[in-house]
């Protein structure tokens, strides 16, 4: 695909960010597919980073407001899961936070739907911080929710969680150990978070990973685990836990690549994936995409933008997963298509991921569009 195309599908891609967001500021997944119709601050941190650094950067702001304002507005809650942790107990499980909420500010109410989810608070530190740096922002509307965040990743950082794909809640994973790590030390480097404050959970986290999360040089889908995930990529790029060109990130990205990369393009979850089939992911042809860029290999990252924009339809709408090429469960294709339609279109995180990757790519936006 010619670069100029590419600048009209990151067009295209913003008018779907910016067309689909809430006017309070959350963005929902998917907004046709009924399931998706909430914000959940991992999905919506990339979607605010896309917005930010490719011409949308208002949108960015009203995400990581409304990011603040959903923790602000249970601060009571999370003060109580900071004080029984903090005393050798556990808070009731109700006063945990959610991974996802409504558009307009409610705890969602999905029976059956585990809620217990960190790493989208890690990945919102993250991006808050990337945006208010990158457009000199002042970051005072902000510490008391960041202050809140931080306290409780500090006592929730090692439970076991659900993964970036809401499932293994009974396990401890290390891409949202990746996230945490990044999102604090974000935070610290930014003055959002005291380093003193955050050092040691950075330094038991750290140790954890290359305890029980690492084998054979490379990190593992959860500890005590010897899968893959291509969440892992997020670890190298861009929360940067480790060298992006050292040894483990070059034995992790190796093994990525080996197990879940198809030779056109395009990138599986996890070996035993059967939602829809286990499909390729656009978010995490993306996130390959990405790290690819920032470490030079930018033909290797060039393919994965022309395999993202290869899956768009004919008016430029990004699927969740393409399930028209080599699935790795095939039979359990039909079985998601009845339970719940067609793969989600358009999922506003694959449409992130493009217009991130064309942005380290030096790829930008063309046309008539404007986003405030």
């Known amino acids: 695909m010619s670069t100029t195309d590419h600048r009209r599908l990151v067009a295209r891609s913003l008018d779907v960010i910016t067309g689909n967001q809430d006017a309070g500021g959350g963005y929902p997944a998917s907004p046709a597919y009924p399931v998706y119709g909430f914000s959940w601050f991992r999905d919506g941190s990339f979607i605010a980073e896309a917005a930010s650094r490719a011409g949308a950067p208002g949108s960015a702001t009203a995400f990581h407001d409304w990011c603040a304002r959903m923790v602000t507005d249970r601060a009571d809650r999370v003060l109580r899961v900071v004080a029984a942790h903090r005393g050798g107990g556990r808070s009731a499980d109700r006063d945990y936070l959610p991974t996802r909420f409504t558009l307009d500010g409610r705890d969602p109410d999905v029976a059956g739907w585990g809620e217990f989810q960190t790493d989208g608070y890690g990945t919102w530190l993250w991006s808050l911080t990337?945006?208010?740096?990158?457009?000199?922002?002042?970051?005072?509307?902000?510490?008391?929710?960041?202050?809140?965040?931080?306290d409780y990743l500090a006592v929730t950082w090692d439970l076991p969680c659900n993964d970036w794909w809401e499932e293994s809640g009974d396990e401890r994973h290390v891409s949202t150990l990746g996230a945490i790590q990044g999102g604090l030390a974000a935070a610290a480097r930014a003055g959002l978070a005291d380093p003193e404050a955050v050092g040691p959970v950075l330094a038991d986290a750290g140790n954890l990973v290359a305890e029980e999360g690492t084998l054979r040089g490379r990190l593992t889908k959860w500890l005590g685990n010897d899968a893959v995930d291509a969440s892992l990529v997020a670890c190298l790029t861009p929360f940067a836990v480790t060298d992006p060109y050292g040894r483990v990130a070059a034995r992790t990205l190796a093994a990525v690549e080996r197990d879940l990369l198809e030779p056109g393009g395009g990138v599986h979850r996890y070996l035993d994936d059967v939602f829809y089939g286990g499909g390729q992911w656009p978010v995490l042809a993306g996130l390959l995409g990405w790290h690819h860029a920032r470490t030079g290999r930018t033909a290797a990252a060039r393919r994965q933008l022309d395999w993202i924009a290869a899956q768009a339809t004919p008016d430029g709408l990004l699927p969740e997963q393409a399930v028209g090429a080599r699935l790795l469960h095939p039979e359990q294709l039909a079985p998601w298509e009845e339970r719940w339609g067609p793969v989600a279109t358009p999922l506003l995180w694959s449409h992130a991921m493009y217009v991130i990757l064309a942005d380290a790519l030096g790829i930008h936006p063309t046309g008539p569009t404007h986003h405030p």
């Open 130 to 150: 990337a945006h208010l740096e990158r457009h000199g922002l002042d970051p005072a509307p902000y510490r008391d929710a960041v202050a809140l965040v931080v």
